[in-house]
């Protein structure tokens, strides 16, 4: 299979006007490659010859948790506090504008620009958060998450009296756009994608009560988890919570992998030398400069009585 491409360099901006004397003769011409690409995806490993696996628990504060205590950093790339704001400003500005003139038309094009320009951002930092983790072990196991039943509206309480009581409707609007603006559907089709070119197995787990579950005791209670602490109520087993997910999800894969096993040699065997060297050198800085082989004490002064004779140079009109 061969894909051929065929584009033209354009003139840039000031900036690309700086750029090298071969860069800037070859912007007027076009460039033809020819790239060979198989039609066949490689084969996929079994779970049985696999040496590694990796949980992923996904998140708000952290975009992604890892097993072997990684993180990938949530960028907010529509929620944060600059892009947000502008967003709103651009979207008044728009929907201000007279009905059926050239202004309103303006207006709604530069903000499905800036929409636009923020989806590609959120599509490069989600494919390179797939690849990270992909590369990470030969097994991946995502959570299997009900992402539309996450993101629905709060459900309204009746008071009895034909009213309705507070049910935190405004907080959950809030994290339903978080939510939306991580992307986690669009980041476990990227890992599977990458996965399944790597010929690598994706196993999705179950997250019902893995960020409540005491590793140590198997102790499931909401109270265990506070935010990004975890402390069991029972053991009193303390961790991160994000990691401690993670690695829960990794477990529930069901993969068992043989201890690592250490190989000690006897101490009479000629490969091991018993014999200790212990040597105390203190290489002079600073004031101290010229004293080598001093042990010198942090209030003892009496040592290190010599003066620096570095010359030391001041720069200036004077100088």
């Not at 948790?65 to 990938?72: E, P, T």
């Not at 507070?166 to 996965?195: E, H, M, P, Y």
Request: hydrophobic share 35%; with cysteine; net charge positive.
């Amino acid at each position: 299979m061969q894909i051929r491409w065929n584009f033209k360099l354009k003139p840039g901006s000031r900036q690309r006007q700086k750029m090298s004397s071969w860069m800037v003769t070859l912007r007027k011409h076009r460039i033809s490659m020819l790239v060979e690409v198989s039609d066949t995806l490689p084969e996929m490993k079994p779970l049985i010859e696999a040496k590694s696996v990796v949980g992923i628990d996904v998140g708000v504060n952290k975009l992604v948790a890892l097993s072997d205590n990684s993180f990938v950093e949530n960028i907010r790339v529509t929620t944060n506090t600059r892009t947000s704001r502008r967003l709103k400003m651009r979207q008044r500005a728009a929907s201000r504008k007279l009905k059926g003139s050239n202004n309103k038309g303006k207006a709604y094009k530069r903000l499905a620009k800036m929409h636009h320009q923020l989806t590609q951002k959120r599509d490069g930092y989600n494919w390179q958060a797939a690849s990270k983790i992909v590369k990470t072990a030969d097994v991946i196991a995502p959570e299997d998450l009900n992402i539309k039943n996450m993101v629905k509206r709060a459900k309204p309480k009746h008071d009895g009296n034909g009213g309705y009581k507070r049910n935190g409707a405004s907080q959950k609007t809030g994290l339903n756009k978080v939510i939306l603006d991580c992307g986690w559907g669009d980041l476990f089709a990227k890992i599977a994608w990458l996965a399944l070119k790597a010929g690598k197995p994706v196993v999705k787990v179950p997250a019902k009560h893995s960020s409540q579950e005491c590793p140590k005791c198997g102790h499931i209670d909401k109270k265990n988890r506070d935010g990004e602490k975890f402390i069991c109520t029972n053991c009193q087993h303390t961790e991160h919570a994000d990691t401690k997910a993670s690695r829960t999800i990794a477990a529930r894969v069901g993969l068992v992998f043989p201890k690592k096993i250490k190989k000690t040699l006897p101490r009479d065997s000629g490969k091991v030398t018993p014999i200790r060297h212990q040597s105390v050198r203190v290489e002079g800085r600073n004031h101290a400069y010229g004293v080598i082989g001093t042990q010198l004490s942090l209030f003892d002064i009496a040592d290190y009585q010599s003066s620096d004779k570095r010359v030391s140079r001041k720069y200036g009109r004077k100088s």
